[in-house]
């Protein structure tokens, strides 16, 4: 894992991530985080509902943008700040999901990063918002790199 230097980011520097959505991870996430929606978890009450299937908690999904920002753009010690999501259509269990975080603004005074952030489930746009970031210290950086 590289961290990126606040000097080093550039607007339209973008970082990606893919993952199938597996059943055992809307499994696992439920576990974890104690939503326990029939509509994600139960197949019988999802195929009764306007989605005719269970689907993936929407935070998962924006779960990847977080991996994307503390693994890959701007990278380990960044600190997220915050988030603004819309949802856009459901992801199902099976679906390849792209998540993309993209440079759209430095504030050099106060080490800040603004981005874009989209979701793409098997072509069709399932979350875009955009979120805020801080960048470490140079010596944090550095010694992560």
Not at 32 to 58: C, K, S, W
Not at 68 to 86: D, K, V
Request: charged share 20%.
């Amino acid at each position: 894992m590289r961290a990126y230097l606040f000097e080093e980011l550039r607007r339209g520097m973008r970082a990606t991530l893919m993952r199938t959505v597996m059943d055992a991870h809307i499994s696992e996430f439920a576990a974890i985080t104690g939503d326990l929606n029939p509509l994600l978890l139960d197949d019988a009450f999802a195929g009764n509902t306007r989605f005719g299937q269970r689907i993936v908690h929407g935070m998962f999904t924006a779960g990847l943008i977080s991996a994307l920002i503390g693994t890959r753009l701007p990278g380990p010690g960044s600190i997220y700040l915050s988030q603004t999501l819309q949802f856009l259509a459901p992801v199902r269990v099976g679906d390849v999901v792209t998540a993309a975080v993209e440079v759209v603004e430095l504030v050099p005074a106060r080490q800040r990063v603004r981005l874009y952030c989209e979701c793409v489930a098997d072509g069709r746009g399932v979350l875009e918002g955009e979120a805020w970031v801080a960048l470490p210290a140079p010596s944090t950086a550095a010694a992560s790199a």
